[in-house]
């Protein structure tokens, strides 16, 4: 988020430098991912991102722009991820309560405040980015349904569009495609890690060891002793870049370093996100400099007035949120370039302005630990996990959600982009307890301190942020101990991970048995490294096994030597074969379908409870009933087809009930990827792997790049063209031609999808294989007769409708 308000403060009185691109030419830069993407992906683009889901259409235009140039100039970009969150972070989020005492008195996403003030409530709770987003989007939906309601009675065939954007106050959460841009990185061949915590923490350390030469980062960098310059933005049309001289800034405004920061920390940044009393009754694009005309002309010490104005516990609050912000700005965990996890000290107390004690060539380890490190780090930090943990979450081998659940206690559930108000989808994650959370972190903890094993986690959900679940990690024996004997080992290199070859590898066995259960086990270090897991595809076989096993696609039990499929493994080994000959680009979406159906929260065919507004018309509904739940099944199973785009802002009709439904496949699929993670690192941590077999560029590209469940599932735009296609097929005599032109007319295909129809044809073949398999569920009766005929009379219509002219 940044120091609030001054960026604009320092554009304004014009202390942003301006150099040349040239000068950068042959260095190594440093980019903090977070601003980057805050740069690059501004409020006026992706504004329907949320309403279509999926990743952002523009972003991967803008990242092979910006590559292209650092080619050309011979910079070598290291782009650096958040990580987890620290105190006030996870205080800030609404989740989090230290020791039960905290509180937050925020507002639940049905919130309308528009404004990034906290409404002068003196309530200590700034409205967020997260709760600006929620507030818009609910907002949004509801303009929607208004006018989806004020026109269906009225429309035919001509949708309507909506006319409030979906994110528009705040910039795009990047976390959300993380995984999705680590796998273009890796394929790219372009540096990248996830820090410990800040970003821009990790940076300073690199800047400071000599391992980058520049840093491209938030105004938060300010903040940094070690740090005199910095890039703010990069403005490629005039081949020029903008920096930040901090001690020109200082000189200019006339003030130490130590009062800056104390500025910063009462009027909001990334390690303290709140604006603290007395600024929180000023409007959010002026704290700044209000904060310092106060510091100016009446000597204001921003910590000595939380200190002097102690009358009640929320004042208290805010005094702990300003020491914490600070102890976390001077003690900053970052990951040492030996890998370990290590406080990197930010001492900025005694620096002054135009000081030339800043040292920019000290000894590289000079900084690191050369305070004595206080008791109470856990306090406004959090608490440590192991090094080998911090590791598999820098290379994007986990991504960190249960690892943060493990030292803060919580696990949050927000809620999915169409709101998550169906019954089926709060059952979901109401089940995902047992099914997943519980056995997830039982896998995580056990390998570590027996003091996270006993530790209490809850899970907290949205929809009932008053009754936490209690997450229940301990069983025994514990499922690393069941799961232990079943290894799959080839000892190929030349094989590669892949769900069809995993399928492959399965269905060709005479005996699962046999080929799959081991006598002995391969973590003890007694066993030989050649005997251990050697390869990626060894290594991810084996994790996704176990992860079936663990979701009943297989009995098992070591005891009677029984690895067997169930029906359901019977359906997903069938995947290669000719009676279903599911393409390969489409095994990992139709796996998750098949965990869905399995979950039996919700018959693909059966409306939501409570209901939801249909974007088809009353007329469709009402003269063509039975086409219209053809449609309501195709665009469901639609939404795990991704349409061929070009880069653009989308603009086009919406569908809120396909998105909700593509919710509930999305957090099965972001349940599978937990599942899966964890499996594999109890796998790594009991040194079941030969861990040493790979550098770390081959950690990222021969395992992190092969795993599954990772990358976002696709935006439903393919799902909608095809609802509105075929309404309009319906209305004008089944014509062809018509129907393509609407739809070509009102999704701007000759912008966004040019081939449009070689599109449809891919899907129409996508929806060809989806009715094969529903075929096969019916017939092994894990699927309602009636929804495999509809859905083979839904395929059947989709065919009639692309032939006819």
């Not at 803008?62 to 620290?86: H, Q």
Request: one cysteine or more.
């Amino acid at each position: 988020m940044a120091i609030k308000s001054l960026e604009q403060f320092l554009f304004e009185r014009g202390l942003v430098g301006t150099y040349p691109l040239d000068s950068l030419k042959n260095s190594t830069l440093g980019i903090d991912m977070t601003h980057y993407v805050s740069r690059i992906l501004t409020i006026k683009k992706e504004q329907y991102l949320d309403a279509i889901g999926g990743f952002p259409n523009t972003l991967k235009l803008y990242l092979e722009s910006d590559l292209k140039i650092f080619k050309e100039y011979n910079i070598t970009p290291i782009f650096i991820f958040d990580g987890s969150l620290s105190q006030n972070n996870l205080i800030n989020s609404g989740h989090f309560k230290p020791n039960s005492k905290l509180q937050t008195n925020k507002n639940d996403n049905n919130t309308n405040n528009t404004d990034n003030r906290d409404n002068n409530n003196n309530s200590g709770a700034t409205t967020t980015d997260k709760e600006l987003s929620l507030a818009q989007r609910n907002k949004a939906w509801t303009q929607w349904n208004n006018l989806l309601t004020a026109n269906q009675s009225n429309y035919i065939d001509q949708p309507p569009s909506p006319n409030e954007p979906f994110r528009y106050y705040t910039s795009i959460d990047s976390s959300r495609y993380e995984q999705d841009i680590i796998k273009y990185f890796i394929k790219h061949d372009i540096h990248y890690q996830i820090a410990p915590f800040q970003a821009w923490s990790q940076l300073a350390y690199l800047y400071q060891t000599g391992y980058i030469d520049s840093i491209y980062g938030p105004t938060d960098c300010l903040m940094l002793n070690g740090v005199n310059r910095f890039i703010l933005g990069m403005e490629f049309p005039n081949n020029d870049f903008r920096y930040i001289d901090k001690n020109r800034i200082l000189k200019h405004i006339g003030i130490t370093l130590r009062e800056f920061v104390d500025i910063s920390m009462a009027v909001g940044n990334t390690l303290q996100p709140s604006t603290l009393p007395p600024l929180q009754i000023y409007p959010n694009n002026k704290v700044f400099e209000i904060a310092l005309e106060m510091v100016l002309n009446a000597g204001t010490n921003f910590y000595l007035y939380q200190l002097n104005n102690q009358v009640n516990s929320m004042t208290k609050q805010f005094l702990e949120q300003y020491q914490r912000g600070i102890s976390h700005l001077k003690y900053m965990p970052v990951m040492l370039d030996s890998g370990k996890v290590d406080l990197y000290i930010n001492n900025f107390e005694h620096s002054i302005v135009n000081s030339n004690s800043n040292k920019e060539n000290k000894n590289k380890t000079d900084q690191i630990m050369s305070l004595p490190v206080p008791n109470d780090v856990h306090d406004f930090i959090t608490q440590r996990l192991p090094n080998e943990y911090y590791f598999y979450k820098s290379i994007g081998l986990a991504t960190g959600k249960l690892f943060d659940s493990i030292t803060t206690g919580i696990y949050p559930e927000d809620a999915p982009l169409g709101g998550g108000s169906s019954d089926s989808y709060r059952k979901l994650v109401q089940d995902s307890v047992t099914d997943f959370k519980n056995k997830e972190l039982n896998l995580l903890t056990q390998p570590i301190n027996r003091y996270f094993q006993m530790k209490q986690i809850k899970q907290i959900n949205w929809f009932s942020s008053d009754d936490d679940t209690v997450l229940l990690n301990r069983t025994t024996p514990s499922i690393f101990d069941k799961l232990n004997h079943l290894i799959v080992k080839q000892d190929k290199e030349d094989l590669k991970f892949s769900i069809q070859n995993f399928i492959k590898l399965l269905s060709e066995s005479s005996d699962l048995a046999k080929d799959f259960i081991t006598k002995d086990v391969l973590f003890p270090n007694s066993v030989p490294l050649e005997k251990k897991l050697n390869n990626s595809f060894d290594l991810l076989s084996t994790a996704l096994l176990r992860s079936l096993v663990q979701l009943d696609f297989f009995d098992y039990d070591f005891d009677r030597k029984i690895l067997k499929p169930t029906r359901w493994g019977d359906i997903l080994l069938k995947f290669n074969n000719d009676d279903l000959k599911i393409d390969a680009k489409y095994q990992e979406n139709l796996l998750i379908l098949l965990i869905f159906l399995k979950s039996n929260v919700l018959d693909i065919s059966a409306e939501f409870n409570p209901p939801v507004h249909s974007a088809l018309s009353d007329h469709t509904l009402g003269s063509y009933p039975q086409e219209s739940a053809y449609i309501l099944l195709l665009t469901r199973v639609l939404t795990l087809f991704q349409v061929e785009q070009k880069p653009s802002n989308y603009h086009g009709p919406i569908d809120k009930k396909t998105l909700i439904f593509q919710d509930h496949l999305a957090f099965i699929k972001e349940n599978m990827n937990d599942m899966f993670e964890s499996i594999l690192v109890s796998s790594l941590t009991a040194n079941e792997f030969n861990k040493l077999k790979y550098d770390n560029y081959e950690w990222q590209s021969e395992i992190v790049a092969r795993m599954p469940f990772k990358l976002n599932l696709p935006n439903v735009v393919m799902a909608i063209m095809w609802e509105f296609f075929l309404q309009k097929y319906l209305h004008n005599g089944n014509s062809k031609d018509d129907a393509i032109s609407l739809v070509s007319n009102e999704f701007n295909a000759y912008k966004m999808v040019p081939n449009l129809d070689e599109q449809f044809t891919e899907s129409f073949k996508f929806l060809e294989q989806c009715d094969n398999l529903f075929k096969q569920l019916a017939s092994a009766r894990l699927m309602k007769n009636n929804d495999a005929t509809a859905f083979n009379e839904a395929v059947a219509l989709c065919k009639t409708a692309l032939k006819d002219d």
